[in-house]
């Protein structure tokens, strides 16, 4: 499952709450459910669920 199946199922879920979406998509991070390929620049899994989430608002695939 990639990363925006996964905020996608997330965002089915829960919306229209944004936080909660976003908190669960961390923890499903931690728990290794959406893993990243890299992470260089040392994202929390939070900020890079934020990051996930506006994307997906802003191109239209959430």
């Not at 925006?4 to 998509?25: C, Q």
Request: hydrophobic share 35%; net charge positive; glycine share 4%.
């Amino acid at each position: 499952m990639s990363q925006r199946d996964v905020m996608r199922a997330l965002w089915a879920k829960y919306k229209p709450n944004e936080e909660r979406v976003i908190a669960a998509y961390a923890a499903q991070e931690r728990a290794g459910a959406a893993p990243r390929s890299s992470n260089t620049h040392d994202v929390s899994p939070e900020d890079y669920a934020r990051r996930l989430f506006y994307d997906g608002r802003t191109k239209g695939w959430l």
